[in-house]
């Protein structure tokens, strides 16, 4: 089954820790992405990638870091620097040819920092 | 800069009531448009899409029309069920190395 898989579910950290967001995939696509969601806020954009060993920050960049050593994988650190770190966190992923446009996502992950 | 407004939630309709989301956009060039649904506690799952102007996505009974002339994409549905309830969000997408640009979604909440 082709899909993007986000684990864990639910997260729960104390405030000062650094936490790592697991996100993979198995569509072979190019680009990965990063959202937050807030309450009333919709999809914010964290980080994306369009190919290995490269990516670019999205709108809410601060507080977070992310790598892509492999395309299949696209991991997000929430720092402590990140003040308001609580929210649904969720991953997406598309391919970049010309005319295929959609993203698909994860299932999210929802983090508490306490 | 690109962005997509969407009509304030919640929005409470007894079942088989006809659905309207609205949703406008404003972007560079030409975008393509979506719709997305997330029921509770679970990612968006595409709902629908039109990659050009009068173009009609339609899926699960649901409809919407890409209107350029009025930079507008609603959603509409002849008669929701409560299985309809969740959040929508309108999306919209310049070309394919961009990220897609979100509403900030509807909450829709159908009551038998």
């Known amino acids: 089954d082709g899909g993007i898989t986000q684990s864990p579910k639910y997260l729960f950290r104390k405030e000062g820790q650094n936490v790592t967001l697991s996100c993979e995939q198995n569509l072979n696509h190019d680009a990965m992405y990063w959202y937050r969601q807030d309450p009333g806020q919709g999809l914010r954009l964290i980080y994306y990638?369009?190919?290995?060993?490269?990516?670019q920050k999205g709108d809410i960049a601060e507080g977070y870091s992310v790598s892509r050593e492999k395309k299949e994988s696209f991991p997000l650190t929430v720092t402590s620097a990140q003040k308001n770190p609580t929210a649904f966190y969720l991953c997406a992923s598309s391919p970049l040819e010309r005319g295929t446009y959609e993203q698909y996502f994860g299932p999210g992950t929802r983090l508490t920092v306490t | 800069g690109n962005s997509v407004t969407q009509m304030e939630g919640p929005v409470t309709l007894s079942e088989e009531a006809f659905l309207t989301i609205n949703c406008t956009y404003t972007a560079t060039g030409y975008p393509s448009l979506f719709w997305y649904v997330q029921y509770p506690g679970e990612g968006l799952q595409l709902l629908l899409k039109?990659?050009?102007?009068?173009d009609k996505g339609s899926n699960k009974g649901f409809e919407a029309t890409y209107r350029k002339e009025t930079t507008s994409f609603h959603l509409e549905k002849g008669s929701v069920q409560v299985s309809d309830s969740a959040v929508y969000f309108c999306?919209?997408?310049?070309?394919?190395?961009?990220?897609?640009?979100f509403g900030k979604g509807t909450r829709l909440s159908v009551i038998a």
């Open positions: 990638s369009q190919i290995v060993n490269d990516f």
């Open positions: 999306a919209l997408r310049v070309s394919g190395n961009t990220p897609l640009v």
């Open positions: 039109a990659t050009k102007a009068d």
